[in-house]
């Protein structure tokens, strides 16, 4: 049985991969800092490990075939991110193990190009896009010297599964038991989700295509480009309800931005709220066949259940 680690299984795009590859068969070992998981997880081996500590990695996914890269710093600790991605290169040669690991949209910087390609080149004007660009760097350094292989599949904003921190969940719908609609942006603005029980299948696909792809392979994953008016459709839809419209007040989080460090980091991505873009693959499709996609009103309908907003509404979940 091939044994996948996923590292962050606690966070929530490593606890809905994790569960993917968990019903898909494959021995998953969830690695967290404390070796504790929550109860979806069950079924997967929990161990310690944290993504600083570069000997503990290794020991953490001694003898995996796959390592999963769920590691995410929270938005102002991103100065973590180069020596994590240094210490999961380290534990995949260790390892001999294939690196999986999930991009962003970070490196095409401002101005956003409408459509985004596999081929759309970088072109970061914030210093997490610079980030991301170095990461991946790194990552296709280490394919092309033979060490790592990487997959990696690109998407958009997260949403779906459980847990918190994504726009979606802090914002988006922070107020729909209010009956409010938040919008990041100009609601007709065309903007890249992911939902991620869907993205995680994907991940699956691609661990069992492996012979189609190379050493290092940058593919898009194609979510959900829709606009604010369209998500707040499916979720009046979900919740039975009329929700009404407001627009997140980005000129606080200006004013206060010198004085607040997280409300900082937030205004300096704030053009990915305002510039339209949308993720397109011209390989994914050929490689796995049909690639995952549940239709905008199932995806939201369980997004809010996920986070408890559904049944907090009705008192009924309506996502099955």
């Given at each position: 049985m091939?044994k996948?680690?996923?590292?962050g299984?606690?966070?929530?795009l490593g606890?809905?991969v994790?569960k993917?590859?968990?019903?898909a068969?494959?021995?998953v070992?969830a690695?967290?800092?404390?070796?504790?998981?929550?109860?979806?997880?069950?079924g997967?081996?929990?161990?310690a490990?944290?993504?600083l500590d570069?000997?503990?990695l290794?020991?953490?996914?001694e003898?995996?075939?796959?390592?999963?890269n769920g590691?995410?710093p929270i938005?102002?600790?991103?100065?973590?991110?180069?020596p994590?991605?240094?210490n999961?290169?380290?534990?995949?040669r260790?390892?001999?193990?294939l690196?999986l690991?999930?991009?962003?949209?970070?490196?095409?910087?401002?101005p956003m190009?409408?459509?985004i390609t596999e081929?759309?080149?970088f072109?970061?004007?914030?210093?997490?896009g610079?980030?991301r660009?170095a990461?991946?760097g790194l990552?296709?350094r280490e394919?092309?010297a033979g060490?790592v292989?990487?997959i990696?599949?690109?998407?958009g904003?997260?949403?779906?599964?459980t847990?918190?921190?994504?726009?979606?969940?802090?914002?988006?719908?922070?107020k729909?038991?209010k009956?409010?609609?938040t919008?990041p942006g100009p609601?007709?603005?065309?903007?890249?989700?992911?939902?991620?029980p869907d993205?995680a299948k994907?991940f699956?696909g691609l661990?069992?295509?492996?012979d189609?792809l190379?050493?290092y392979?940058?593919?898009n994953?194609?979510?959900?480009?829709?606009t604010d008016?369209e998500?707040?459709?499916?979720a009046?839809?979900?919740l039975?309800?009329t929700?009404k419209?407001t627009?997140?007040p980005w000129?606080?989080?200006?004013?206060g931005s010198p004085?607040v460090?997280m409300?900082?980091?937030?205004?300096?991505?704030s053009y990915?709220?305002?510039?339209?873009?949308?993720l397109?693959?011209a390989?994914?499709?050929?490689?796995i066949?049909?690639?995952?996609?549940t239709p905008?009103?199932?995806?939201v309908?369980a997004a809010l259940?996920?986070i408890?907003l559904?049944a907090t509404?009705?008192?009924v979940?309506?996502a099955?």
């Amino acid at each position: 049985m091939t044994k996948i680690a996923i590292l962050g299984a606690n966070g929530r795009l490593g606890r809905v991969v994790a569960k993917a590859f968990i019903d898909a068969g494959y021995d998953v070992r969830a690695i967290t800092r404390s070796g504790k998981i929550t109860a979806e997880l069950i079924g997967s081996a929990a161990v310690a490990g944290d993504g600083l500590d570069r000997e503990a990695l290794i020991r953490a996914t001694e003898g995996v075939d796959i390592i999963f890269n769920g590691l995410n710093p929270i938005y102002t600790d991103w100065g973590k991110c180069l020596p994590m991605a240094e210490n999961v290169m380290a534990a995949c040669r260790a390892n001999r193990a294939l690196h999986l690991a999930p991009g962003s949209v970070y490196n095409y910087g401002s101005p956003m190009p409408a459509v985004i390609t596999e081929d759309t080149p970088f072109h970061p004007t914030t210093e997490k896009g610079r980030i991301r660009v170095a990461m991946e760097g790194l990552f296709r350094r280490e394919a092309e010297a033979g060490r790592v292989r990487t997959i990696l599949l690109r998407a958009g904003d997260f949403f779906g599964g459980t847990g918190t921190g994504s726009w979606f969940d802090l914002m988006v719908a922070a107020k729909m038991h209010k009956g409010v609609y938040t919008a990041p942006g100009p609601a007709d603005l065309v903007h890249e989700w992911a939902y991620l029980p869907d993205m995680a299948k994907a991940f699956v696909g691609l661990t069992e295509n492996l012979d189609k792809l190379g050493a290092y392979e940058a593919l898009n994953f194609p979510g959900h480009a829709v606009t604010d008016l369209e998500i707040k459709a499916a979720a009046e839809q979900a919740l039975g309800r009329t929700l009404k419209l407001t627009s997140m007040p980005w000129w606080v989080l200006r004013a206060g931005s010198p004085f607040v460090a997280m409300w900082r980091e937030l205004v300096s991505m704030s053009y990915l709220r305002f510039e339209p873009h949308q993720l397109v693959s011209a390989r994914l499709e050929g490689i796995i066949g049909t690639i995952p996609h549940t239709p905008l009103d199932k995806a939201v309908a369980a997004a809010l259940d996920d986070i408890g907003l559904v049944a907090t509404i009705d008192g009924v979940s309506k996502a099955a």
